[in-house]
């Protein structure tokens, strides 16, 4: 409203600025007397023409000012209405179903939500002033032409119809011709990712010039629709450009004439004239405006398809805090679920069962889809086709969010992690709201920026964590919590080894800092006593230590942060300080010897290599570096630039002696201990506290937890005796009480987008931790800590039970060897949920013969190891693909030598012997392994293509599935899992 009200105060003076100039040709300049009546007031003639140009300027000043005012706010809604839009698109995005990510590209919703929301940020800035203003000024301006003269007035919108028909009727096509083009283009940049994918395909296979005719026919599609375009959009502006200037033919004709006659004064004439020139624009700005009206209309439908999928959670269970949250401490009651995929197949079939509060729960599913399937019905990431699910008496369907992610912890082995700390990511379901107000003014202005543009008011930067909602009232309590959970899953020996790896502030820990200043005496004697010493570099005054590089050696102290191109630059003191000493020599040519054998092991290109990033030189510097290689040899050191010399030292800087080998000689060695006693203190304080000096009974801010502890380094020589030192120097802390402080570092160790660079081994208890830490009323986890042995797996079992004695334990598995651990064992197999301890339950017998007898396929290679984890479509497949095959003790099955095109054999039932055949006739052939149930025989010659390399024949009553060459090739080809289970088996095949 405020801005339609700004809007609307322009309109006079742009009546002004079109009404003055011709007062002041018609009243001042043109006054028949010296003294002109105004008002009642005698003035001047020329101090009347000083007023009106003081008022017309005047006039055009506010009415620019009032116009640059109103655009700064369409600017401000555009973007608040752009921020509301976007933030209402991400709000969708965490309400999709599950399944929707599975077909739907994630690259694309990001693409939507920001580049392709851009455009439609102006046009909603637009969208109430823009034709309120155009047609504001539009209307001003006719009524002026009306005011000066009737025939003005209808000569300047006599072809305004014609134009509000025309223009838009040439958009339209125009536009329907874009979205052909946008179309050829995607089937184009997919040709183009075809391309590069499979160039050397189309090398090997001579198919690249039929790939460029095919490409050159779509440049040619592609090219015939622009020109259409360029043709009807260029006419259409010839034609709206005629048009145009079609009027002031009219104005000088019509208006001369009326001039001539004295009907129309000449002021009245110039003025008109100004008048319709300015009237051009404004009708401009309304074509323009509808034809982005057209263009946005277009792809916000496109947005909105992808944005509303069935199955979303709806808005309400999102929004704001529920009354209460209710615990869900009861028994989960799964009454007739079924649920579909998103081609419709049933995943999920007639789910019937009880799990009883409290109770120890485990359910055998040997397809991963599911287990995943049951885990997102019990979470309501999926929504059943059918049937109900309650949770200690609450439809799930109509729970508040909140109350699920507080009540139900889930999860799995392959965990979504966030980028932030390890602490942030265990700590989320901790943060459902925030714990204070802002107090900052800084944030506060945010939040009121956020209320108008319709985001969420919650401030980020105030404490979130709610420790009550895991019983606690301390965040201190929480800490204590987590470190027992990670003792109860057994992984806090992998995080103790991760934890002495870290560098932290000793501000934030002191107590650890100063636990470790006293353990050294004790970790050096341990490593000495256990022959390990000689693999440690530690720290001496009056010793080199070659795993340190050359400026901590020099300076004998640790850096506080990493030492980069622009950092060195800014120490002039210490870079002058260098020359005067006559440093700089040792140190380029140190630089220089470096760089020659660094360019030829890695050359240019190859500073992606894990060995080049091992040595902790920045590819960028190294690059530079290599530039000045042919300066330093033709002129020496002292030709040097400053920036040049400071390029130059960031090599020995970064990299140790040790990294460099026999390049670094002792004499170079030498000569830095003696500049380090003569210089190394002067050097030192013209640094900006870049570097802290190393003492015996300091903590080291540089170093490491275990750097710390035995004050030094490992060598890079000491190979697998490194783990040995390591674990002698974990022996000490341990015993020393220090293992939960260093344990508590992970807290702030970093993870990068999706949990890049994080192994299983932390990724698996940073996801058990986060669903477990707020003591959920419901714990599921499906194939938690996979990658963990089977020890600690069970271990961890025996734990959860007195870590959470009141919580209903779901552990989903593949297989269970001790069921009888479980208080209800269920097995879920083809979608089907099986009471194994209740009695056995017929099947309902409704089924065709032909759907029978594909579930006993589906049912029978479900149980093998092979084939257990395929998907449903997958199996489905391979099950209609299968055929059986019996055979009697004695029967050949294939002989050695034929041709593999019948297929693989996957034993069901009974036992077949695998010969050599004798080479004489009548000797018995050589037995070389007998197979049973759950066995494949005959795959690699599928995979091969090469004749069967033995016989086999039955044993006994022998029931098998023939698979089929193409059916089975396939499957290995399409399924990475498969393959690496079949890989596992030839490996096998060659140990045996």
Not at 301 to 322: N, S, W, Y
Not at 816 to 840: M, N, S, T, V
Request: one cysteine or more.
């Amino acid at each position: 409203m405020i801005l339609l009200a700004v809007t609307a105060c322009l309109f006079p003076l742009l009546y002004l600025t079109l009404e003055l100039p011709k007062r002041i040709i018609n009243d001042a300049i043109g006054a028949q007397s010296s003294i002109i009546d105004v008002w009642g007031m005698q003035v001047e003639q020329l101090t009347y023409l000083w007023l009106l140009c003081g008022a017309f300027l005047m006039s055009v000043l506010v009415h620019g000012l009032t116009k640059m005012r109103i655009n700064t706010m369409k600017g401000v809604l555009a973007e608040r209405m752009l921020r509301r839009f976007r933030y209402s698109l991400i709000a969708r995005v965490l309400r999709f179903p599950q399944p929707y990510f599975e077909r739907t590209s994630q690259g694309e919703l990001v693409s939507m939500i920001t580049s392709e929301s851009e455009p439609m940020g102006g046009l909603m800035g637009d969208a109430v002033s823009q034709p309120v203003l155009q047609a504001g000024q539009m209307l001003t301006i006719l009524y002026f032409l009306f005011a000066q003269n009737f025939w003005f007035g209808l000569a300047a919108v006599a072809l305004i119809p014609l134009q509000g028909w025309l223009i838009p009727m040439l958009q339209r096509r125009i536009n329907r011709l874009n979205k052909k083009r946008i179309q050829e283009v995607r089937g184009l940049a997919a040709e183009i990712g075809e391309s590069a994918a499979g160039a050397s395909t189309l090398r090997v296979n001579g198919g690249w010039r039929y790939r460029m005719a095919r490409v050159t026919d779509r440049l040619g599609r592609l090219y015939e629709i622009r020109f259409e375009i360029y043709q009807k959009k260029f006419f259409m502006k010839f034609l709206n450009n005629f048009i145009t200037q079609l009027t002031p033919f009219f104005f000088y004709a019509v208006g001369g004439y009326l001039v001539l006659q004295g009907k129309v004064s000449l002021g009245a004439l110039v003025a008109a004239l100004a008048a319709y020139k300015d009237l051009a624009s404004p009708w401009k700005e309304l074509l323009t405006y509808y034809n982005q009206t057209q263009d946005m209309a277009l792809r916000w439908e496109v947005i909105l398809e992808r944005f509303a999928p069935q199955g979303m959670v709806d808005e309400h269970l999102m929004e704001g805090e529920p009354e209460e949250l209710p615990r869900l401490d009861g028994d989960i009651v799964l009454d007739g679920v079924s649920v579909r995929d998103a081609d419709g197949n049933l995943v999920l079939e007639d789910l019937t069962a009880t799990f009883p509060k409290g109770q120890l729960i485990g359910i055998a599913a040997p397809s991963e889809e599911d287990r995943r399937a049951l885990a997102e019905v019990l979470t309501r990431e999926v929504l059943p086709a059918s049937g109900s699910v309650h949770l200690a008496g609450h439809d799930i369907r109509t729970l508040h969010q909140m109350v699920l992610a507080t009540r139900i912890g889930h999860a799995t082995s392959r965990p979504a992690l966030f980028r932030g700390s390890f602490g942030e990511n265990v700590l989320m379901p901790l943060r459902l709201r925030p714990m204070e107000d802002p107090d900052d003014p800084t944030d506060l202005r945010a939040q009121r920026d956020a209320v108008r543009a319709g985001n969420s008011a919650d401030s980020f930067h105030v404490n979130w964590v709610d420790p009550e909602i895991a019983g606690f009232h301390r965040t201190e309590e929480l800490r204590d919590w987590w470190l027992r959970i990670v003792e109860g899953i057994g992984s806090d020996t992998a995080l103790l080894r991760r934890g002495m790896d870290q560098v932290f502030d000793k501000r934030e820990h002191p107590k650890l800092a100063e636990a470790l200043v006293k353990l050294r005496p004790h970790v050096q004697l341990a490593l000495m006593d256990s022959g390990l010493d000689a693999f440690a570099h530690f720290n001496n005054r009056e010793q080199y230590n070659p795993a340190l590089p050359v400026a901590e050696n020099l300076l004998y102290a640790t850096r506080t942060v990493p030492i980069t191109y622009e950092l060195l630059l800014e120490q002039h003191d210490f870079l002058r300080t260098v020359r005067r000493i006559g440093l700089d020599k040792d140190l380029v040519n140190l630089a220089q010897d470096v760089l020659e054998m660094l360019r030829q092991i890695f050359g240019m290109d190859g500073t992606t290599h894990p060995l080049f990033r091992k040595l902790g030189l920045e590819a960028s510097d190294y690059e530079a570096a290599l530039q000045l290689l042919q300066k330093v040899k033709s002129k020496g050191a002292d030709a040097l630039e400053p920036e040049e010399l400071a390029q130059m030292m960031i090599v020995p800087f970064s990299i140790s002696a040790e990294a460099l080998g026999p390049a670094f000689s002792t004499e170079i060695e030498n000569r830095i201990l003696s500049l380090r006693d003569s210089h190394g203190a002067e050097l030192l304080e013209t640094l900006d506290d870049i570097f802290v000096p190393l003492y015996e009974g300091h903590f080291s801010p540089g170093f490491t937890v275990l750097e710390n502890a035995m004050f030094g380094k490992i060598s890079d020589n000491a190979g697998a005796r490194a783990e040995d030192l390591r674990r002698v120097v974990a022996e000490v802390i341990d015993k020393a009480g220090v293992r939960e402080m260093v344990v508590e570092l992970i807290f702030d160790l970093p993870v990068a987008v999706g949990g890049q660079g994080l192994g299983q081994s932390f990724a698996e208890p940073l996801a058990f931790c986060r669903a477990s830490i707020k003591r959920p009323d419901v714990l599921i986890l499906d194939s938690a800590l996979a990658s963990f042995d089977r020890d600690t797996r069970r271990a961890m079992q025996d734990n959860l039970r007195e870590l959470l004695p009141d919580t209903t334990l779901i552990f989903l598995e593949p297989a269970f060897r001790d069921p009888d651990r479980f208080d209800h064992y269920f097995e879920l197999r083809q979608g089907r949920l099986k009471d194994e301890r209740a009695d056995d339950r017929g099947q309902s017998g409704e089924d065709s013969a032909s759907a029978a007898d594909l579930s006993r396929k589906l049912r029978a290679l479900e149980t093998t190891e092979l084939f257990s984890g395929l998907n449903r479509r997958q199996l489905r497949l391979l099950a209609f693909g299968a055929r059986w095959y019996e055979a009697v003790p004695g029967t050949v099955v294939f002989h050695k030598d034929e041709a593999a095109t019948d297929g693989a054999y996957m034993i069901i039932d009974g036992e077949a012997g695998l010969y050599l055949p004798a080479e004489e006739e009548g000797e018995e052939g050589q037995l070389i392994a007998r197979v049973g149930p759950g066995r494949l025989v005959g795959e690699l010659g599928l995979i091969r293509k090469e004749p069967r390399a033995l016989s086999m024949v039955a044993e006994s009553d022998l029931t098998c599935l023939r698979i089929g060459e193409e059916e089975f090739l396939a499957v290995v080809e399409n399924d990475a899992n498969t393959a690496f289970k079949l890989l596992q088996v030839v490996a096998g095949y060659v140990t045996n």
